[in-house]
């Protein structure tokens, strides 16, 4: 029987091998990002939140060349019929990260790739000072934050790093249903 981790890994293995803008395909993306988080020992939902962060856009079709630029919520949506909010927290917050370094952090802007820019516009530009007092007091923040950083350097051409059924267990560990 097929169970969600074998769609998961199914996904990554078809349609996460398309481009998406960037110079890596969103499969390259996520083990890139787990394989960071790996290295910094972070919690094994907090890998699993890397690795699959940017699944929304292997599950809806994209609205342009650059992917889906709504894949936060789509992705997350998806995730919480799966995994605890520790996996899901972080991945529904990964775009607003970015909307929240770019209102805090005036060199952040500079750094992200041209992807990132082109969608940061879709996806509302830097926060309000509201928003960015709102975003800070969710008890999910540092996880988000951590997330963003590995998804903003994780999208380097070519680099070798351990296949999807790497997680294969530790996404079967977390499953709630
Ligand atoms: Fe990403």
Request: proline residues 5%.
């Amino acid at each position: 029987m097929s169970t969600i981790v074998d769609e998961i890994i199914e996904l990554f293995d078809t349609k996460g091998r398309e481009p998406y803008g960037e110079d890596v395909s969103v499969a390259e993306h996520g083990l890139q990002c787990a394989a960071l988080a790996d290295r910094e020992g972070a919690g094994e939902a907090l890998v699993v939140a890397a690795l699959l962060h940017d699944v929304g856009h292997l599950i809806e079709d994209p609205d342009d060349g650059y992917g889906v630029h709504r894949h936060d919520a789509g992705g997350a949506a998806f995730l919480a019929r799966h995994f605890p909010e520790a996996v899901v927290a972080p991945v529904r917050m990964h775009v607003a990260a970015k909307r929240y370094r770019v209102a805090v952090d005036p060199g952040y802007a500079a750094r992200l790739s041209a992807a990132s820019t082109h969608t940061l516009a879709h996806q509302g530009g830097p926060m309000s000072p509201d928003e960015v007092r709102e975003f800070e007091a969710d008890p999910h923040l540092a996880a988000a934050l951590r997330l963003r950083e590995w998804d903003d350097h994780g999208k380097v051409d070519g680099l070798d790093v351990a296949p999807i059924e790497a997680y294969r267990d530790r996404m079967q560990r977390l499953l709630t249903g």
